[in-house]
């Protein structure tokens, strides 16, 4: 099971990796995403998660969850949706004003500094 966690969390960083070096936004923000997800895995898995154990010190109970990777990981996801849900606004924002969804800024099929037809 550790072995398809830890591929999984490489899987998803490669991936978001790959993606955030593309030259339009939207595999940007999709990117973005999938690096925010294999944090939370990442975030999820150090705390070593167990079954069935309260997540609190009671009475007569010997062993139990820590709450904190759990805490960790609910206020990744919040602050990850306000982070993409802003990416996105800003994306079409620089859509609507240049005509176009690359990057840089350029035009579609304008040579860059290099050259090079891209």
């Known amino acids: 099971m550790e072995f398809l966690v830890a591929s999984s969390i490489g899987l998803l960083t490669t991936c978001g990796t790959y993606l955030l070096l593309r030259g339009r936004t939207f595999p940007v923000v999709v990117g973005l995403a999938l690096l925010s997800y294999a944090v939370n895995v990442f975030l999820f898995a150090m705390g070593r998660l167990t079954i069935n154990m309260p997540p609190i010190l009671r009475e007569g109970v010997t062993e139990y969850t820590d709450p904190l990777p759990q805490a960790l990981v609910l206020t990744a996801i919040v602050i990850s949706f306000g982070m ?11 859509f609507l004003e ?8 350029r035009p579609v099929g304008a040579p860059s500094e290099a050259g090079d037809k891209n």
Do not use: E, F, K, Q
Not at 84 to 94: G, H, K, N, P, Q
Not at 98 to 105: E, K, M, P, T
């Open 84 to 94: 993409t849900a802003l990416i996105v606004v800003l994306s079409i924002r620089t």
């Open 98 to 105: 240049i005509g176009n969804d690359h990057v840089d800024g």
